[in-house]
């Protein structure tokens, strides 16, 4: 019998810039659903992409010196490398660029025209737009700011194709009366439904100003605007060509099945979606899942803020399960959740380290020594079992592994991680009463060992199979070291059982899977790895390029340098400045790097606010090799600023001096201990060693550099 078939998509990323933990977090939770349905038996496809088209595409080109092409070439490469780095399994990827998209887009609307005329029309626009976030924001020509990033909207003005939204208010309310389930979470498809109940305007879905984009059919003075041509991609990503013609693949999966995204771009996948597909008569997805955002000091993480958090130097320190985990555990889906990388590693520590690293370890060594390597028979006569024994084996229940399946399937990821938990504490106590190093020594009470040990291992199984679809590289190890063969992404979660595990298998070499890491050192080497991403070309490797797919190196720390910001001379945007990564114009600048630096206008360097400060005192902040705390009198206060110059500099040389100060830096926290600015400095030599600038003449403090 062929398997039933699942497909999700995430939404295609905008190729403008790199991906942060933000942008990885609705990949890595789609992944997870996508392991899982295939534990459960499902012929799953996953889709993600690349959004190439648009102005904010064409200005961030031009920003960089490149062409929108060669700018989403290099961009959409940092996207494939990121989602091989996090173990992503997708099946199919597709760039807004490619011909087959084109052509896609292209069929749909004729499709749409031909079997639905009064859909598209032609009519003047005037109304306010988000470049950033790729919305109206008004359809009136009066100022207004976007309500997603708050920057003033800018007119257009220009003729347009329109979708006739509004015809089809009485057909969306119909379908979400109809499929209860097409929404989740409850709480926002109520806001979807209340939206569309109050009226639907039509859409303009082409543009006339933008060059880079789908041409029309036969009007190519129009492009496509990003939402038709964007949501397009779940099916040209699978071989749509234009509903008659369409590729095997298309044939087999289509309808999605889910639809995952951010919670801000709901109304594109609840609302407009489905019209547009109902207007070409396609089926329509089955579900759309909408998560929270990913919050990093208060707002959400976001490129534009400035307020973001890398994925690849977390997965260089502590591994990719580790930040799999952390988000899946620690945000409820569907809500927004707080991302800090203390919390991480501690959760790293805590549950994976001295959980079930730990518990495996220990289960896996007595096994080598008490037996040889081999896993025990595990004789169970009921008289002889203990309260905790029993105890222990109830958790182990079908009805059990029921509750967590049914915590996956229902998106409660936090919820599922919490139960498998529960059982590798479970197993800690149950180790903790039995005492099989007790036993162990006591040649009467071999079967007793053996039972416990056999109990112990047996846990093990059942928590690795659980436990994959959020930690697969991890939980494979531990399987192999169990001394089972295949892919543990083959085994049926839906099918999981006590006691499959057989006595007398061989058990692999045992190897701890999650080593134990210093915080500090930890945290100062992701760090240092994120100021390189942000200011490429400084003296470490560039961290972003790793693709290495392996076990954390967090336990072996200690040879990189300390958190802090030497930007060598040179640097694009930077200027050479020494202090808290930044987050305003000079570090956003930064990312991504074009091949050769980009011209900036004085308008850009304008934005950035110089002035002469003096040293007033400075102090070495505890457990930072190389940063200083430096309280700095600019003339009308007298800012803290944290700088990275401690190899180069003693706290006491610095009072007095003269220094320059960028003071109109977003406030940043390192360590716990807030920035509120940087200091300008060169790097030099191999070592990048800090040289602050300073001042020949008499100068007061506040005086501004320009
Ligand atoms: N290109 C559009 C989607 C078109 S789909 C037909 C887009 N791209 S995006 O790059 O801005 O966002 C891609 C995904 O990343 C979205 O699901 C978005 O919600 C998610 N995230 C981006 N920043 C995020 C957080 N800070 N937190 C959680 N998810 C966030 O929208």
């Not at 964007?230 to 749509?240: C, P, Q, R, V």
């Not at 959980?355 to 390597?373: E, I, K, Q």
Request: with cysteine; aromatic share 10%.
């Amino acid at each position: 019998m062929s398997k039933p078939k699942f497909y999700i998509t995430t939404p295609i990323y905008y190729a403008n810039s790199r991906p942060h933990v933000g942008s990885a977090y609705t990949t890595i939770v789609c992944d997870v659903i996508a392991r899982y349905k295939r534990m459960c038996g499902y012929d799953v496809a996953y889709l993600t992409g690349t959004d190439e088209h648009g102005v904010n595409i064409e200005r961030a080109a031009e920003k960089a010196g490149v062409t929108p092409q060669q700018l989403v070439d290099k961009n959409e490469k940092i996207f494939r490398d990121l989602w091989k780095l996090l173990g992503i399994t997708t099946t199919g990827f597709i760039r807004t660029t490619e011909p087959r998209h084109a052509l896609a887009v292209q069929n749909l609307v004729r499709r749409t025209m031909r079997l639905s005329p009064d859909a598209i029309y032609k009519r003047k626009y005037e109304g306010r737009y988000c470049i950033y976030d790729n919305l109206y924001v008004s359809d009136t020509p009066e100022p207004a700011d976007c309500q997603i990033c708050g920057r003033p909207g800018e007119l257009v003005s220009e003729e347009n194709y329109f979708f006739r939204l509004s015809a089809y208010q009485q057909k969306l309310l119909e379908l979400y009366k109809n499929n209860p389930q097409f929404l989740y979470p409850d709480f926002r498809f109520n806001e979807v439904k209340s939206f569309v109940e109050s009226g639907l305007k039509d859409i303009s879905i082409s543009r006339r100003s933008v060059k880079w984009g789908i041409p029309w059919p036969d009007d190519p003075e129009h492009v496509f605007y990003v939402w038709y041509d964007a949501l397009t991609s779940y099916m040209s990503g699978i071989g749509f060509v234009d509903g008659e013609h369409d590729g095997a693949e298309f044939k087999k999966y289509w309808p999605a099945d889910i639809h995952a995204m951010g919670k801000e771009i709901i109304r594109f996948h609840a609302v407009y979606w489905p019209a547009f597909l109902m207007a070409a008569e396609i089926e329509l997805p089955k579900q759309i899942v909408a998560h929270g955002w990913l919050l990093f000091e208060q707002e959400k993480m976001s490129k534009s803020k400035g307020n973001v958090a890398y994925p690849e130097p977390i997965v260089k320190v502590l591994g990719n399960d580790a930040l799999r985990y952390y988000l899946l555990r620690e945000t409820v889906f569907g809500q927004d959740g707080n991302f800090s990388r203390e919390a991480l590693i501690t959760r790293y520590n805590a549950d994976l380290a001295n959980g079930l690293g730990n518990l495996a370890s220990r289960v896996l060594t007595m096994v080598a020594n008490y037996c040889d390597g081999v896993i025990p028979a595990g004789r169970v006569v009921g008289e002889q079992l203990s309260e905790n024994h029993r105890q222990f084996l109830g958790r182990f229940s079908d009805v059990s592994v029921k509750i967590i399946l049914a915590a996956y399937e229902g998106f409660g990821f936090a919820g599922a991680i919490e139960s498998i938990w529960a059982l590798v504490a479970g197993a800690d106590k149950y180790l903790v009463v039995e005492k099989p190093w007790t036993l162990a020594s006591d040649p009467v009470r071999r079967d007793e060992l053996e039972r416990v040990l056999y109990v112990a291992a047996e846990s093990i199984r059942f928590i690795a199979v659980l436990a994959f679809p959020v930690i697969p590289d991890a939980t494979q190890r531990i399987w192999e070291q169990l001394g089972q063969t295949g892919r543990l992404a083959d085994v049926r979660i839906d099918e999981l059982k006590w006691g499959d595990l057989k006595p007398g298998t061989k058990i692999g070499k045992t190897e701890g899977v999650f080593p134990r890491v210093d915080k500090k050192e930890a945290l100062e080497r992701i760090e240092t790895m994120e100021n390189e991403i942000r200011n490429p070309g400084s003296t470490q490797p560039d961290a972003s390029t790793t693709t290495t797919k392996k076990p954390p190196e967090g336990a072996s720390t200690g040879t990189s340098a300390a958190g802090t910001a030497a930007i060598p001379a040179g640097a694009p945007g930077a200027g050479g400045a020494a202090g808290a990564p930044g987050t305003g114009a000079a570090a956003t600048a930064a990312t991504p790097a074009p091949a050769a630096p980009a011209k900036i206008g004085i308008e850009d360097f304008a934005k950035v606010e110089l002035r002469v400060g003096v040293v007033k005192s400075a102090e070495k902040i505890a457990g930072a090799d190389k940063l200083l705390k430096v309280m700095v009198d600019i003339g009308d206060e007298v800012r803290q600023v944290l700088a990275g110059i401690a190899p180069a500099y003693a706290p006491e040389e610095l009072v007095g001096r003269k220094v320059v100060v960028v003071t109109n830096l977003a406030p940043r926290k390192m360590r716990g201990v807030e920035s509120n600015g940087m200091l300008l400095a060169a790097s030099a030599g191999p070592d990048g060693k800090a040289v602050l600038c300073t001042f020949a003449e008499d100068i007061p403090a506040g005086a501004k550099v320009k």
